[in-house]
């Protein structure tokens, strides 16, 4: 029987996530839909996690999107609950929500149902919200896994997720 529940590259890369962010001393939060806590159920594995990982957001339907993340109904309504302006809606509420320093949001399309011709199953956005200036600094990334199955797409949002984490080369 294997230490961790999740799968073997998720861990290691959450390993990874959490000492680097310990390392620069920088706390962060998660927003998930699509991967239902995936991400959260990685880091959660590192000991000592706790130093660094401040909270996460499960918000699957768009009502808790909007309830707990202050997602607006104008911005659901508009570009539909898979897309940018919503990801980055939910890093800036996961953000707005802890003390966290930089929070991550994933929000897409599984499968095997769902997809449409402009958002097919495989249809995944990230958000990441950093604090500091005005406004808060927000990177944004929209990419589709394809036919990966359910799992599959899973697997690589969070992959995805926990490069977000990761500090760019040039912090310390």
């Known amino acids: ?77 508009t570009f539909g609950a898979v897309s940018v302006a919503t990801a980055w809606a939910m890093a800036q509420g996961a953000l707005q929500s802890t003390h966290a320093h930089v929070a991550v949001a994933i929000t897409g399309i599984a499968g095997p149902a769902g997809g449409s011709d402009n958002k097919p199953v495989g249809t995944v956005v990230f958000a990441r919200a950093e604090r ?18 359910r799992a599959g797409v899973r697997l690589q949002a969070a992959l995805c997720a926990l490069e977000l984490l990761l500090p760019e080369p040039d912090e310390p």
């Open 1 to 77: 029987m294997t230490d961790s529940l999740v799968h073997p590259e998720l861990a290691a890369l959450a390993r990874r996530v959490v000492q680097e962010n310990r390392r620069i001393g920088r706390t962060f939060a998660l927003a998930e839909s699509c991967t239902g806590g995936l991400v959260s159920a990685a880091i959660t594995e590192v000991p000592g996690c706790s130093e660094v990982f401040e909270a996460s957001f499960v918000t699957y339907s768009n009502e808790i999107k909007q309830k707990v993340l202050k997602v607006s109904q104008d911005v659901l309504e």
């Open 132 to 149: 500091g200036g005005e406004p808060d600094k927000v990177v944004a990334d929209f990419k589709n896994f394809g036919d990966l199955g």
